[in-house]
């Protein structure tokens, strides 16, 4: 361990505070260290807020003492923006050397706040924690390069892959830890999404609940490409609880105008994205969630909807929970469908993959990685 990682932890600790609130912008933790102690802390708490940097300053509350270090999670902005550049920020505040975690990953700006502090005679570090670093903010980093959603999915499978019996028992694969931890992460997410199958089986709630915090709903997707959900006699709780402004059905104009105009009576939104088949395209959807700045969707649905993200080489990321149980049982349900590589080169990766443990249950999380080409099973999928 280096001299600047006990400090940089701290501001990752800090950073942290702002989970799930300061979409579209990072995470960021800062802390301002004198003679080698800690004298002020801030932190980005929501959109619109005060950068990390200048919430650790006003926190100072007077200019630095000569040779004082500030440690930041993330690079520095280093143009106007909302709220004033940071590192003009840093210089008034007569800071003498600047700590960074990880570089903005946005091509515009990274790099930059490097040649700006050091111009004005600012030492500067960097790379420090920087996969920790980055890796907090794995929704703004892909936002920041592409300019749309990441779309991840999360699936909780046996040893052997499976989601579920034959008889489509699926309560509870994994343990509480594990479930907890995906609470967590929908309350990461801006949005969280669902198939209609899902929907009419379970009847989730679709919200984060966290020990000690208020039940909070994310944005709920619900993907039903012939509005399916909406002819239930009793509607899905999503469609109807005190969060259902929060819920958009995402479908395709062979849905129906009655069942749009029912939803729409509901409170609920309704998404209808132009498709020359019954199910909706992840191009349109992903097109359609950066024109209104949400960026990132964590899905939950069941085998067929995540797999067809696969086929459609649409999904970004994934979160698979790994549970001790083995089914060995041809006819259960598995967790994915539909391809048919023959060759190990042929098959679905991921890469920067990171690793958890929660009770008896494993995560392993990372980046998709595509083969050049998908042999997709066709009866399984009607890609067109």
């Not at 000690?212 to 239930?232: K, N």
């Not at 709780?237 to 029912?262: M, N």
Request: aromatic content about 8%; some cysteine; hydrophobic content about 45%.
């Amino acid at each position: 361990m280096n001299e600047h990682e006990p400090f940089m932890r701290r501001a990752l600790e800090l950073a942290r505070q702002g989970w799930g609130n300061t979409h579209p912008n990072p995470m960021v933790g800062a802390v301002i260290v004198e003679s080698g102690q800690i004298v002020a802390e801030g932190f980005h708490a929501c959109d619109g807020g005060a950068h990390a940097e200048k919430a650790a300053i006003a926190a100072l509350g007077r200019k630095a003492k000569p040779g004082a270090t500030i440690y930041v999670t993330l690079e520095p902005c280093s143009t106007a923006g909302r709220t004033g550049a940071c590192t003009d920020a840093i210089k008034a505040a007569g800071i003498a050397s600047v700590v960074i975690g990880a570089t903005d990953p946005n091509p515009a700006h990274a790099g930059r706040a490097f040649n700006v502090l050091r111009e004005a005679g600012i030492a500067v570090v960097s790379g420090v924690l920087e996969r920790e670093c980055a890796d907090l903010n794995l929704i703004y980093n892909h936002w920041a390069v592409k300019r749309n959603p990441l779309l991840a999915a999360k699936s909780a499978v046996t040893l052997d892959g499976k989601i579920a019996t034959r008889a489509g028992e699926s309560k509870w694969i994994t343990g509480e830890e594990a479930r907890a931890d995906v609470m967590r992460w929908r309350r990461l997410f801006p949005a969280i999404a669902v198939g209609a199958g899902t929907v009419m089986k379970d009847n989730p709630k679709l919200t984060a609940r966290i020990a000690g915090q208020e039940e909070w709903s994310p944005v709920r997707f619900v993907f039903d490409g012939l509005l399916r959900s909406a002819g239930e006699k009793i509607l899905p709780q999503v469609y109807t609880d005190a969060f259902r402004e929060r819920t958009i059905v995402v479908t395709t104009p062979q849905g129906g105008v009655g069942y749009v105009r029912k939803l729409r009576d509901q409170g609920v939104q309704v998404w209808v994205l132009p498709s020359p088949l019954q199910r909706v395209s992840f191009a349109d959807f992903r097109t359609k969630c950066a024109e209104e700045k949400i960026n990132g969707v964590y899905f939950e649905g069941g085998a067929h909807l995540v797999s067809e993200l696969i086929a459609m080489r649409e999904l970004d990321y994934m979160f698979i929970y790994r549970a001790p149980v083995l089914m060995a049982d041809d006819k259960a349900k598995s967790g994915w469908l539909g391809l048919r590589g023959d060759k190990l080169d042929q098959t679905v990766r991921l890469s920067d993959v990171r690793h958890a443990v929660f009770g008896d249950d494993q995560l392993m999380r990372g980046q998709v990685v595509y083969p050049p080409k998908l042999h997709i099973d066709e009866a399984v999928f009607s890609l067109g």
